[in-house]
């Protein structure tokens, strides 16, 4: 199991980001995770880097291994992550993952194009997929559906084949690319929800392939801060993809926030103070099988919670 830290490009600035990823690996942090959207889910957020700019900077900073999850298909065209991808391998061989999803109209609508329905997303993510898998080969690829490629050839490839995880929210995602995907990666629920997204995974063809969970915490002094620092950072993130996919500017998501309660925080943020709190909640993800932990601390408090896991935390997987 590597445990991992969740770089937040809707919360940092690029070089606000650069310095935690290095204190993350300073305190014992194995490998960091990359959001890749175009506006935050809230003004209060207030950033939007662009995460692929990002990744070289931090990848020459650290030894860490880097993910990102990723839309292919409009507001990129595959081919384009395909190099994206070869380069950073390139680079930093075997250090380097991708995880790609069908999106949010938040960030995919700016090109104007029409958004499409989820069938047509998932569709359209499978031959992204396909088409970047191909281009790595090396050889020229073309192909013609809902995505279209022409004669495009990577020149640079990567020095190793890299892993595609699929990203799911739902069991019927998880189901769906179990096929296909290298592996799966979704987000933190209760344990419950959690065995039936692995179990739809594992049973639909996803069986001896890596998982990765991103788990959302919220850590401060005190819980009544931690909860406090969760509802001022993460409220309007707690809704389920179905009502949220379509949305399109942070103001929407502020608005369908307004109402979200300290108590609601708590089903999806693990929020307090106390290191077994976390060290529970982290083996029990464990025991379900995921081999990548990616700790999300939601609130501004970078750096507190990166010294708390470096002290508390990590000595307790060492021993």
């Known amino acids: 199991m590597k445990l991992g830290y969740h770089a937040s490009h809707e919360q940092f600035s690029p070089s606000a980001l650069l310095k935690l990823v290095q204190k993350a690996e300073e305190a014992g942090f194995e490998a960091v995770l990359s959001s890749d959207h175009f506006h935050p889910w809230s003004n209060r957020q207030g950033e939007s880097g662009f995460a692929w700019s990002w990744l070289g900077a931090a990848m020459q900073a650290t030894n860490l291994e880097f993910g990102i999850v990723n839309a292919p298909g409009q507001r990129y065209h595959p081919a384009i992550i395909a190099q994206a991808v070869a380069t950073l391998d390139e680079m930093f061989p075997k250090r380097f993952w991708i995880a790609t999803g069908s999106g949010q109209a938040l960030n995919e609508n700016i090109t104007g194009d029409k958004w499409p329905s989820k069938e047509i997303r998932n569709q359209r993510l499978k031959e992204s997929v396909e088409v970047m898998q191909e281009l790595w080969k090396g050889d020229y690829v073309s192909h013609y559906g809902i995505v279209k490629v022409e004669k495009a050839k990577l020149f640079t490839t990567p020095n190793h084949t890299p892993t595609v995880f699929g990203a799911a929210l739902t069991l019927k995602t998880a189901k769906w690319l179990a096929s296909w995907a290298d592996g799966l990666i979704t987000i933190s629920k209760p344990i419950e929800e959690l065995k039936e997204m692995v179990e739809a995974f594992r049973s639909n063809g996803g069986e001896n392939k890596p998982m990765a969970l991103k788990v959302q915490v919220s850590y401060s002094s005190t819980k009544e801060k931690a909860l406090q620092g969760a509802k001022d950072q993460w409220k309007n993130n707690i809704f389920p993809s179905k009502l949220t996919s379509e949305l399109i500017t942070p103001e929407q998501f502020d608005d369908m926030g307004e ?18 709190l976390f060290l529970d909640k982290i083996y029990a993800f464990k025991e379900l099988g995921f ?3 990616i700790l999300h601390n939601v609130n501004e408090e970078q750096e507190k919670f990166i010294e708390f896991f470096g002290n508390k935390l990590r000595p307790e997987f060492q021993k």
Not at 259 to 276: H, L
């Open 259 to 276: 109402k979200v309660r300290k108590e609601d925080i708590e089903k999806y943020v693990i929020t307090g103070s106390d290191p077994q």
């Open 291 to 293: 081999e990548k932990i």
